[in-house]
């Protein structure tokens, strides 16, 4: 009996991969190698990875390949183009990539230091239930006149609304 369970099991999962399409297969098998080889340390492979997925806009490796800039792993450091990763993944829904985006925004981080993009960033990642989007939030509201927060937050609402799934 369990012999027959596993050929089921082993023919519904071989289904499964193939009706998902070559190029979606290949693309996640990738990405997979690509976060395997990162978390091994092994940047280069990771980059060669992650690269032609986020020119395809692939959303994880948008925000993994970032992440990968902002640190300076595999490539030379650049908080500009880490920014510019991030936010094609934050207005895909990633919602870390949000959050990395109001924080590159709250501190100035290769953008020009701007309060209501910050800020609406934050909203948006808290709209998702990132607690600590909902915190940083709190921490910058401090240094912003209500004018700016109401600015922020129409944003927000307006990106949230155009966005709904």
């Not at 979606?24 to 990875?49: I, M, N």
């Not at 094609?88 to 309060?115: C, T």
């Amino acid at each position: 009996m369990k012999k027959a369970w596993l050929k089921f099991i082993l023919v519904a999962a071989t289904i499964a991969v193939v009706g998902c399409g070559d190029e979606a297969q290949r693309d996640a098998a990738s990405l997979k190698d690509g976060v395997q080889a990162y978390s091994k340390g092994d940047y280069e492979t990771a980059l060669k990875k992650f690269k032609p997925l986020a020119e395809r806009g692939q959303v994880e490796a948008l925000f993994n390949l970032g992440v990968m800039y902002r640190q300076g792993q595999g490539v030379q450091q650049d908080e500009k183009e880490a920014g510019i990763l991030f936010e094609k993944a934050a207005e895909q829904g990633h919602v870390e990539a949000q959050q990395n985006l109001g924080f590159k925004y709250a501190k100035g981080l290769g953008v020009e230091r701007d309060w209501v993009q910050a800020d609406k960033w934050f909203s948006i990642a808290a709209a998702s239930g990132k607690e600590t989007a909902l915190n940083n939030k709190k921490v910058i509201e401090v240094h912003m006149p209500p004018e700016k927060i109401a600015e922020a937050n129409t944003l927000a609402q307006e990106w949230l609304a155009q966005h709904k799934k």
